[in-house]
């Protein structure tokens, strides 16, 4: 939820609040977009101290809200024009003028970077995200696809990770058939949400979760017998650091599944979704986990489908096929 203090600066106060040209500047932009105060800062072309001095000055006001997600603080106007407060009424006024400022063309251009950047900064983009994501993000036709990536593991007893867990849909499939369940996300956000979602943890199944990357996990060697990639490898650059980790922390002959969309041409997804790629070919995962060591490799059709629907035009909802490969470490494996 937005916050903003209370209005408690005389009038004078605000007025030399918005007295100053870089002030506007921000307030300009937070109008237009909520924003980290790194991102912020890269729009404004301003270090991030200078900005955070502005930012001081600006939260003795209503002016400013801020919307905190674990570690992260997201910024936004905190007033309406014609709200009806003084500080909504200056603003009224002063809104129009924020266009003839010297630097504004070259804010908006830089903004528009910000954003097209966000996708590829992952952590921030789900932070963000996290509180929505159990609506936006997680429309499956049947829920056929996770419990076909947890049935891999049927063996009840084992030590399961689920890498990239979002807000735990696919943990929350392994409540009760995993003794232990690891659920990794970069994300703090995600992880909070995930943490709540789990918090209900059936007695027998212990859960962890940590914070960190597909491509460093925070997990030991040999630690887990198994490791599912839910709706993860998609927004990674690349497949063969991840899947080279999915091998190091399986014991020999754990079993490593991968389970994502399949090619599309929803490019809203990059957006809404924040999806690097556009779903993937089964068949670059199949190699992609052949080239990290697994075997017996496999690829299996599923009866579900993906179906997130478009934000703003209602009546299309994407129908994304999915699929799912798996693969055995090898038994007589030892870390590389
Ligand atoms: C599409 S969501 C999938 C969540 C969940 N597995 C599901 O099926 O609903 C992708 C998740 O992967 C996380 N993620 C993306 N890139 C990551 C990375 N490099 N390392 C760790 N987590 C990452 C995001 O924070 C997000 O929570």
Redesign the pocket.
Known sequence: MLKAPQETLPPTGLLKVLGDPTRLRILGLLALQELSVGELSRALGLSQSRVSNHLRVLRETPLLAERRVGSSVFLALGVEAGDGSLAGRLWSALEGEIAALDEHERDLSRLRRVLSERRDR??E???RV?GD?DTI??DFASGQA?QRAVAQLVDPGLVVA??????????RALLGVAAKVIA????E??LEEARRNLELAPAGTQVELRR????ALPIADGEVDGA?????M???PSLDS?LSEMRRILRPGGTAVV?DLEPHREAWLHDT???RHLGLEPSAVVKAMERAGFEDVRVEALDDRYRPRHPEQGSHTADLPLFLVRGRAPRGHVAP
Request: glycine share 20%.
């Open positions: 992952g952590p983009f789900f932070d996290a994501w993000g997680t996770r689920d890498l990239g867990c979002g807000t735990g849909y696919v943990a990794v996300d970069a994300s956000g995600m960190g990357e597909l491509d599912i990639a839910g709706m993860v998609h927004h990674l991840a389970l979704l924040g999806d």
